[in-house]
């Protein structure tokens, strides 16, 4: 396909994005001002559809059983494209990730992709994808037979800053409990087995194996439950903590020595210990470096400008389940700048720049750089791009 050719699709592609600008500002906003948290994105899985459904796309709600998720479907070429949309919130902080953008961006893509479906020879695919944030929705839709098919998997996601490559850690998302027996503090306290006390341990074991770690792990969590009343020993506990290692592998050997932390815990006290897998674990990301290369072209022509190494190496380790996508298919996570130093995601100075028309740039111009992304990818000849 010729250069001319490509040109024209990019532009076809720009001007899709802008002439649904005040939709997809307006579908940002929306979702921003009504956060949902993992697995509860009931009414951002509607506004999403419906936005999709609106532009022509074939929607399927609940898709694959899953009541938050999506899929909306244009084109019929031999090469298929996947945009995700995440939309889930944080506990507490909202959007403070800024997954409305990520959304109406996945929107604006696929808006953009299908105007040139018929011409570049592609089937668009927007995925709704809940529960990002703590609850693997994409590892749950993976499992189930999503995104195999896939030729390349795309999307943006928020940062203070741009950043192109993302590497994050594999995490894995553990809720652990103690539970001992109940006695009155006071008059019969020799007959309880206090679960905080066995907390406590563990967090103290924790913060001392931290300094014989790996400098690129990560071992963090809150307790959610610590007792009920002063004058009663604490018979049953909870907390949820993160594991993270730069490999999937590496997390495993990690999982271990965190492990016996909260068996000591458990053994000190004489409390029973549970820990339960909250999700499968994320995995790291496997960058396509030709839609890489194509997508740090494509953004320094729209202006854009990328961070500086040591700037950029600390918002891309955040981790994602777009990682165990990346193990599958051809992929890439770049970040997008909303201009929010000295604040950073999952603060709520973050949150509020996820707004504004800086966020409605960043969010515009994400749409079309995946489109444009995908376009330099597969012009020369789709079914020879085929993975």
Not at 287 to 309: H, P, S
Request: aromatic share 6%; net charge negative; charged share 20%.
């Amino acid at each position: 396909m010729s250069e001319r050719a490509s040109s024209t699709m990019k532009h076809a592609a720009d001007d899709a994005v802008a002439a649904a600008s005040a939709g997809l500002i307006g579908l940002s906003e929306t979702l921003h001002s009504h956060p949902e948290t993992a697995w509860e994105e009931h009414r951002a899985a509607g506004w999403v559809g419906d936005a999709l459904s609106d532009a022509g796309f074939q929607v399927t709600p609940a898709y694959l059983g899953y009541e938050t998720a999506l899929l909306a479907e244009a084109g019929s070429g031999p090469v298929t494209i996947g945009i995700m949309a995440e939309y889930d919130a944080l506990p507490g902080l909202g959007h403070a990730c800024g997954h409305n953008l990520i959304a109406s961006s996945a929107v604006g893509a696929g808006l953009a992709l299908a105007r040139v479906a018929d011409d570049l020879g592609i089937t668009v695919r927007v995925y709704g994808t809940p529960a990002e944030e703590g609850g693997g929705g994409k590892i749950e839709m993976m499992d189930a037979g999503a995104f195999r098919d896939l030729d390349l998997a795309m999307m943006v996601h928020p940062a203070p800053v741009d950043v192109a490559e993302a590497r994050p850690f594999a995490v894995s998302h553990s809720h652990v409990a103690y539970d001992g027996i109940s006695a009155h503090a006071a008059a019969y306290p020799d007959q309880g087995v206090n679960a905080n006390d066995a907390f406590l341990i563990a967090q103290l074991a924790i913060g001392l194996l931290r300094q014989q770690l790996p400098a690129d792990t990560r071992v963090h969590g809150i307790q959610t439950v610590g007792g009920f009343a002063p004058n009663a020993i604490p018979e049953h506990t909870e907390g949820r903590w993160y594991t993270r290692a730069n490999s999937l592998t590496e997390l495993a050997e990690l999982e271990e020595r965190v492990w016996r932390c909260f068996e000591a815990g458990a053994l000190a006290s004489g409390a029973t210990l549970t820990i339960t897998p909250e999700s499968k674990p994320y995995a790291e990301f496997r960058t396509d470096e030709r839609a890489l290369a194509a997508y740090k072209t494509n953004a320094i022509d729209r202006g854009r400008v990328f961070a500086e190494a040591g700037v950029a190496a600390r918002m891309n380790r955040a981790s994602t389940d777009m990682g165990n996508v990346s193990q599958i298919v051809p992929a890439i996570h770049p970040y997008i700048g909303v201009d929010s130093l000295p604040f950073s995601n999952h603060q709520k100075e973050f949150a509020a720049a996820c707004v504004g028309p800086v966020a409605e740039r960043a969010l515009l111009d994400a749409a079309v750089l995946m489109a444009w992304t995908a376009i330099d990818v597969f012009t020369s000849n789709p079914q020879e791009n085929k993975s």
